[in-house]
């Protein structure tokens, strides 16, 4: 009898996995109450970073961050901008170019930036236009990827605006966020299907730089 009981929870569980969609945890607008709000834009490979120097035109400059994350400019060579937030890296200019410049003053400003891994928002799965059949079956053959920088204050809903919505096969409501807290990654489930089509505005929840957005097959 007992055995008989445990399998009947366990049946249980199981089907209530089946219904919620994913068997991770959900993540909801009250877990968004205790997330951070503190978000500085870290310089990455592949931004453009706009050098003022007050006084000093022709040494303000704009220099590309290269895949090493150093940049060159007028005076100053190889220097590390990657990992660092514009003031961070303003300093390391100062101090560079005082040896050329009486007390330089340094101002960045960031332009079609990027920003390191650690902060991008990844998305992969059963994206818009990432589907395709094979052979006429109508089958999704395949899975699309994409990457952007995050943005403060971003959200579920603006990211699949950003992504241009799920693809034909896409279930929604099975889809998880992977998301680094306090150095390990944790999983979680989302409800985008009921956030679009359904309009359930709670199941808009926040997205923290660094998240990998899972949108899987349906197999329905």
């Known amino acids: 009898m007992k055995t008989v009981k445990v399998m009947n929870k366990a049946i249980l569980l199981f089907v209530v996995a089946l219904i919620s969609g994913c068997g991770y945890p959900q993540l909801t607008q009250e877990d968004d109450a205790i997330i951070s709000s503190d978000y500085t834009y870290i310089i990455g490979p592949g931004d453009s970073v706009n050098i003022f120097v007050w006084g000093n035109p022709d040494i303000s400059t704009t220099a590309h961050v290269r895949p090493d994350g150093k940049i060159t400019i007028p005076l100053a060579e190889d220097l590390l901008a990657s990992g660092k937030t514009p003031s961070q890296l303003a300093r390391v200019m100062e101090k560079a170019l005082s040896k050329y410049v009486r007390d330089p003053q340094v101002v960045i400003m960031v332009s079609g930036g990027q920003g390191v891994y650690s902060q991008q928002v990844r998305v992969i799965g059963q994206l818009s236009g990432g589907n395709s059949g094979s052979g006429g079956s109508g089958v999704a ?80």
Not at 155 to 180: E, K, P, V, Y
Request: charge should be negative; proline fraction near 4%; glycine fraction near 8%.
């Open 141 to 220: 053959a395949h899975y699309s990827a994409k990457a952007f920088p995050y943005k403060k204050d971003m959200t579920l809903l603006d990211l699949i605006i950003q992504i241009g919505g799920l693809g034909q096969f896409a279930d929604g409501n099975s889809s998880s966020i992977i998301r680094n807290i306090d150095g390990e990654s944790q999983h979680f489930g989302i409800r985008i299907d009921d956030l679009v089509d359904n309009a359930d505005l709670s199941a808009n929840v926040k997205i923290l730089p660094g998240d990998i957005l899972i949108i899987p097959q349906s197999f329905f």
